[in-house]
């Protein structure tokens, strides 16, 4: 192994190893997720053969909590941000408080001092930001209330842990550890300067950059390059994060959440948010691997019970604060136990002040083990507890109905269509908008499945009968009647999914109309494959377009 290139060694030994053990996992259907730890596992220093260098894996890492924040930031405007505030923030610091109160219990039982045993239990009460996201991308919840209320929660949990790693060390002495103790007034000086930090951050961000950062993107976009485009996405996202960690002090994942966030009001932010994409899913895998090579397999074997309480701790403890924080302040059943479980693992935050506490002689090396082990049993059990809520959630909701084995956390309650012999359009976006309108406009049967909320929310206000979620989902699917209905007109972007759906649809109703939309040959003969009846290439219509407006034109002119 090339010892002389350890920035490339890291990247492809994680990139490769992740990539086998992911594949591996998926065959096995479990979550891809605990092959990229398990490669982290293999590339780690407590297993032989090669080791990845730790610190650069952790840096790359990073890479992938900015871009994951800078996307979140994208789908989310302050109004959103604004309106989770109620829950949120009283949210996370009761669960805060309760994990840490917890914690300390349980350092108290170990026999550590009162201060080691606090910063042991801020530290499992920190969630991870890569795993909530990836949780909630995967089952396409971000844009939803649950989404919001979740990220939303991870944004106050971000600033409080700001503020502990800021006054940590000003206040190391007087809880015990090294250092001396400090006068009330320096405590309290540190606690202004980082808050009047935050602050002149948020300032900074949504008055300059609200203009600036999308004025840039408008700007190079008209330039038409792509390639430009694309650097000046990445530009924004990793300047401004690593641009607020050095001025203000505030997190990388703080400072990218806000880049995003100032741009999804401007229409460029879905371009933008697609340029970010495979990198980002690439940095958040090396994330997994970088956790996994922390990890010290050894812990599990001499000294399961501690791990078996920290783990409970994250799992029981916060979960079961959190489902009665968000049912007390009157949310569904499903939104509480879908941000308990989001919120059921820890992560990177939790390292980042272990490995702080133990500089500080705050925590004992043996807390910095337990929180690893606690992470990762925690990261590994996280995608069963959605797979478990989707599964029970009829006889949670005390319907006896039985479901589908899905990892999919199906949106609302879903109530069956009473229409017949009905057309059913999936998608309203440019295309599907248009269709659905004319529809409407000629008085025809017909139901939407959309899976974007503000859209949905737009369907409803027209009085147009919509099911919300993802066409994907077997589940929504049959409560669009397919079996009854005469048409199904699927109008999204993307072919190969559109296929999957059309092979759906053809089971279930062999005499059923099938429209599709294709943008590429290949997917045109796919979804053929698959059972459609008639697929329209969008950019050949847009050139028939062109070429009549030309002849018309022409017929003018002559
Ligand atoms: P456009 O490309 O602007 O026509 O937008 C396509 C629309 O389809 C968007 O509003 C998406 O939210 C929606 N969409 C894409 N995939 C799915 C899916 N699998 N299920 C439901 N809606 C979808």
Redesign the pocket.
């Known amino acids: 192994m090339p010892h002389h290139t350890p920035l490339i060694a890291t990247i492809v030994a994680g990139l490769v190893l992740a990539f086998i053990f992911g594949a591996i996992a998926n065959r096995l259907r479990v979550s891809p997720l605990v092959g990229y730890l398990l490669a982290g596992v293999a590339v780690g220093p407590f297993t032989p053969g090669f080791v990845a260098d730790q610190n650069l894996a952790q840096e790359l890492a990073e890479i992938g909590v900015i871009l994951l924040m800078f996307g979140v930031g994208l789908h989310f405007s302050l109004k959103d941000l604004l309106s989770v505030k109620a829950i949120a923030v009283p949210g996370a610091v009761a669960q805060i408080t309760i994990a840490t109160l917890l914690g300390m219990g349980l350092g108290w039982a170990f026999g550590w001092t009162a201060g080691e045993g606090l910063v042991f239990g801020l530290a499992l009460s920190v969630a991870s930001t890569v795993v909530l996201l990836r949780a909630l991308q995967e089952r396409r919840l971000v844009d939803t209330d649950k989404g919001r209320i979740a990220v939303g929660w991870l944004i106050v949990e971000d600033l409080a842990m700001v503020l502990v790693l800021v006054l940590l060390p000003a206040v190391a002495g007087a809880l015990g550890g090294d250092g001396a103790t400090p006068s009330t007034e320096a405590i309290l000086m540190a606690l202004a300067i980082t808050l009047g930090k935050v602050a002149a951050f948020l300032v900074v961000m949504l008055v300059v950059g609200r203009r600036v950062i999308p004025w840039v993107l408008h700007y190079v976009a008209h330039t038409g390059s792509r390639e430009l485009f694309r650097l000046a996405v990445l530009a924004v996202a990793l300047g401004v994060a690593l641009g607020s960690t050095q001025l203000f002090g505030v997190s990388f994942a703080l400072g990218a959440f806000f880049a995003g966030m100032v741009l999804a009001e401007s229409e460029l932010s879905h371009r933008a948010a697609e340029e970010t994409l495979p990198l980002r899913d690439a940095f958040a895998v090396l994330f997994f691997v970088s956790v996994g090579m922390l990890f010290d397999p050894r812990i599990l074997l001499t000294d399961p019970l501690p791990v078996l309480a920290t783990v409970a701790i994250i799992v029981v403890g916060k979960s079961v604060a959190a489902y009665g924080i968000v049912r007390a302040f009157g949310h569904p059943n499903a939104t509480a136990l879908t941000i308990s479980a989001s919120l059921a693992q820890i992560g990177e935050f939790s390292f980042i002040l272990a490995t702080l506490g133990v500089s500080l002689g705050l925590l004992p090396e043996r807390g910095r083990d337990l929180i690893l082990a606690g992470a990762i049993v925690t990261i590994l059990l996280n995608p069963m507890f959605f797979v478990a809520i989707a599964r029970f959630k009829p006889w949670l909701d005390g319907t006896r109905k039985d479901v589908a084995r899905t990892d999919m956390a199906i949106e609302e309650t879903l109530t069956r269509t009473a229409l017949q012999n009905h057309i059913v359009l999936?998608?309203?976006?440019?295309?599907?908008s248009l269709v659905g309108d004319a529809l409407q406009a000629s008085g025809k049967p017909f139901l939407v499945?959309?899976?974007?909320q503000p859209?949905v929310e737009l369907l409803r206000a027209k009085s147009i009968e919509t099911i919300s979620?993802?066409?994907?989902v077997r589940e929504i699917i049959d409560a669009a009647n397919l079996a009854g209905a005469s048409w199904l007109v699927i109008?999204?972007?993307?072919g190969f999914?559109a296929g999957h759906?059309v092979a759906g649809a053809r089971a279930a109703n062999p005499d059923l109309l099938i429209l599709a939309r294709a943008h590429s040959d290949a997917e045109v003969d796919y979804l053929k494959k698959h059972g459609a009846n008639l697929i329209i290439l969008g950019e050949r219509e847009i050139a028939r377009g062109l070429i009549e407006a030309i002849e018309a034109g022409q017929t003018a002119a002559s």
């Open positions: 999936i998608g309203y976006g440019r295309v599907g499945i959309e899976e974007r859209l979620g993802n066409a994907a109008a999204i972007p993307n999914e759906i």
